[in-house]
């Protein structure tokens, strides 16, 4: 009984294949197939349900419901029974259709004569594309190797779909697939707008051909390329970099699921049933997503991602498609992306415009990376790597979290003149890079510029920046796939020196844990990263490698000043004993006769509110104070920046907050103690006003926001400013937003 239902799936399938290759539009190659499923299954009715957008099933091709109904019925996203099968990714059997929770009759069909029903999702790869469904009027229960049957005819529509087979079946108001203007909404992670040209990190692999004629023969490249990847990934294990300290174990899972016989088996299933190698790689990958993808358990949703590269390896053997496609990259790229590794960024460099991820975060790998190339970044950009293909136009816009994939001309045009205008300004601003920031009423501010790479650096003297406010020494180590010698990193920090020309370089220390995991640290199991197991905890139980990274500080600045800042500080305590750290180092490289930097500053990131409660002792402790002020705000908000729901609900102009800042200044006035503001908020021209009105001296930004922010302090008087916050405060304002705009127009 299985050899027959095999050789009827084959023949179904090559009756399929047959249909894609013949001549004729999309909506008879859509109806030859609804009729050959219906006759290979011994249904009477067979239905396909496409995506006419993202909440909305139609359904295009019939046989058996009355043909009038075909691009007229349309159902939501959940809605009925097609919509549960849309909606949950997973089939639906059941002999009572009417009986089922969540049924709904739709009377211009004429399927209420038809009892049973089996509907299983078209998809791809997590892409959903539609919904296939049989009907019959006996009361009858699939069977397990009827429903696998109908699954693997649903993969090979999807790469039908894929391969532009039913586009000529599209009506009026459905877009085409790559061909249309689409515009997707996402996050911003770094500001900016750019247009360029579609570079995909990894580009799709396109399935060809999904039918399989010979069983054994694609068995064979199935195993010769499992043989081959599995030899990969043995390399890479053995590679000491790859397979020392934490990262061995994830490595060693990595394996597991690499030579795993079930899996291999599940697609040899699907090759039994007619599958090509290709179509059954993507079969189980599209299983494997949607069984993960629903799991509660956070561990395993992770491995998702492992499973994923696995199986996009594997097709990249099989079909010898991947990145060396001999395509060359356009001279303007924006590069998109799934997600995207801090080394893998930094490789492709400055020769980025700009960032496009579906995944990401605004304080991921790929962001900190972003940010120090000064290249825009939009995050959860859902599809993107579905709709765009290589060489397709796109449009950044990195201030607004949108993107514009081959644009209507009309929308580049008002992108552009956006963009000119941006770049005038930037050309007004370069006429103010060696004037000081002082604003009308006789008051200075200091600007300085946030760097991690040496590539930074020359904007510390093009941007008329006064110094580095923060330097973010994690770039180096999250690069690696081992942990960076003393050597390596002295020498790095020492050419950060030079390049300074004497201008101050804050180095913040280690500033791992929460969303920044090294690639050779194992991840750790928290509810809460953001609140946990991170910097300057980290440095202080992993004592070996803070020892090393202030040992390689003291190396780089001989002879020079030294700033050293330590992250994430709560306590006294913490600070305590991370400085007689620092100062026993400094009496270690004494005793070795090594020559000693000409002096020593040492700070703390104030970025939790417990610490502007701390003893004044830790402020007169300390030399320098800079408030970060993304983390202040999250904790102090209760709003975790990685939660879109919640991270925009709160502002840094809310009066509560400034109440905080307010008293962070006082105490730091008291103790004698500079004092400065980092963060995003210290780029941003209506908070950088209001900060430097409340008493900051001292603000720290990306290099691109120094010349707006210098041109609006020259051109305001702050002791005006700060009345106006007063007395908006006295009249029980809640929020400074309203009052500090009106006020800056008015000016």
């Not at 990190?201 to 069983?215: A, F, L, Q, S, Y």
């Not at 995991?517 to 300057?536: C, S, T």
Request: charged residues 30%; hydrophobic residues 40%; aromatic residues 6%.
């Amino acid at each position: 009984m299985p050899e027959r239902k095999d050789s009827d799936s084959r023949k179904l399938l090559l009756r399929l294949r047959e249909i894609l290759a013949a001549p004729g539009g999309g909506q008879d190659r859509l109806d030859q197939i609804t009729h050959h499923i219906a006759d290979s299954m011994r249904t009477e009715v067979c239905s396909i349900y496409l995506f006419r957008d993202a909440e909305t099933l139609e359904l295009w091709a019939t046989e058996g419901l009355k043909p009038e109904s075909v691009h007229k019925t349309r159902l939501r996203l959940g809605e009925g029974l097609v919509g549960r099968v849309a909606r949950s990714g997973r089939h639906v059997n059941t002999a009572d259709a009417p009986s089922e929770p969540g049924f709904r009759y739709m009377p211009e069909t004429g399927e209420e004569v038809y009892s049973s029903f089996l509907g299983v999702p078209v998809q791809r790869v997590g892409e959903k594309l539609g919904v296939l469904v049989v009907q019959s009027r006996d009361a009858r229960q699939f069977s397990d190797d009827e429903v696998y049957g109908l699954e693997v005819v649903a993969m090979v529509l999807a790469e039908m779909a894929e391969l532009g087979a039913f586009q000529s079946a599209q009506l009026d108001g459905t877009p085409l697939q790559h061909r249309f203007p689409t515009m997707i909404r996402g996050g911003t992670a770094q500001e900016g707008v750019a247009e360029g040209r579609v570079w995909l990190h990894e580009p799709r692999v396109v399935v060809t051909n999904p039918v399989g004629e010979d069983p054994q023969k694609e068995k064979a490249r199935l195993t010769e390329a499992v043989a081959m990847l599995r030899m990969k990934v043995d390399s890479m294990l053995a590679d000491p970099e790859m397979n020392s300290g934490d990262g061995a174990e994830v490595m060693e899972t990595y394996r597991m699921f690499a030579h795993s016989r079930s899996w291999l088996r599940r697609m040899e299933e699907a090759i039994d049933r007619g599958l090509s190698a290709e179509a059954a790689v993507e079969k189980e990958q599209s299983q494997a997503r949607a069984r993960l993808e629903s799991a509660s358990d956070h561990y395993l949703r992770d491995r998702l991602h492992d499973l994923d590269d696995l199986a996009n390896r594997l097709l990249r053997i099989l079909t010898g498609q991947g990145k060396d496609t001999g395509a060359e990259m356009p001279e303007d790229p924006i590069l998109v992306a799934r997600n995207i590794g801090p080394a893998e960024l930094l490789d492709y460099g400055r020769k980025l415009r700009g960032v496009v991820l579906e995944e990401g975060s605004v304080g991921s790998h790929a962001t900190v990376v972003a940010r120090a190339l000064s290249i825009p970044l939009v995050i959860h950009a859902e599809r993107i790597t579905t709709e765009a293909l290589n060489g397709d136009s796109i449009l950044v816009d990195g201030d607004m979290g949108v993107v514009h994939l081959r644009p209507e001309d009309t929308v580049a045009k008002a992108f552009r003149d956006k963009m000119a205008m941006q770049a005038e300004a930037q050309k007004r601003y370069a006429g103010l890079r060696d004037l000081p920031a002082t604003a009308k009423c006789g008051t200075t501010i200091q600007l300085y510029m946030n760097a991690g790479l040496m590539a930074d650096l020359p904007s510390l003297q093009n941007s008329g920046a006064e110094g580095v406010g923060l330097f973010r020494t994690e770039l180096q180590f999250l690069a690696r796939t081992r942990v960076p010698r003393r050597g390596e990193l002295a020498g790095l920090y020492a050419k950060v020196l030079e390049n300074a020309q004497g201008k101050p370089v804050m180095f913040r220390t280690l500033d791992i844990g929460s969303d920044k995991v090294l690639p050779y640290m194992k991840p750790q199991d928290e509810p809460n990263p953001a609140m946990g197991w991170r910097a300057i905890r980290v440095g202080l139980d992993k004592r070996g490698v803070l020892r090393m990274q202030l040992q390689a500080l003291i190396r780089a600045s001989v002879g020079r000043p030294l700033y050293v800042m330590f992250p994430f500080v709560t306590e006294m305590g913490e600070y305590e004993e991370a400085h007689r750290l620092l100062m026993e180092q400094m009496a270690r490289e004494q005793r070795l006769g090594h020559e000693l930097p000409s002096d020593v500053r040492v700070g703390a990131m104030l970025e939790t509110p417990s610490l502007a409660f701390a003893p004044r002792k830790f402020f007169e402790m300390c030399d320098f104070i800079s408030v970060g002020g993304n983390d202040l705000k999250q904790f102090f908000f209760a709003a975790d920046r990685e939660n879109e729901r919640v991270r925009r609900r709160y502002d840094s102009l809310n009066t509560t907050f400034i109440a905080l800042l307010e008293q962070i200044l006082q105490r730091c006035h008291e103790a004698r103690v500079p004092v400065s503001f980092c963060g995003e908020d210290a780029g941003r021209p209506i908070e950088a006003v209001t900060f430097a009105a409340l008493g900051f001296r001292r603000l720290s930004m990306r290099p691109a926001s120094i010349g707006p922010i210098k041109h609006l302090i020259r051109r305001v008087d702050l002791s005006e400013l700060r009345r106006v916050i007063d007395d908006a405060r006295d009249l029980g304002e809640t929020n400074l937003r309203h009052t500090v705009t009106d006020w800056l127009a008015r000016q």
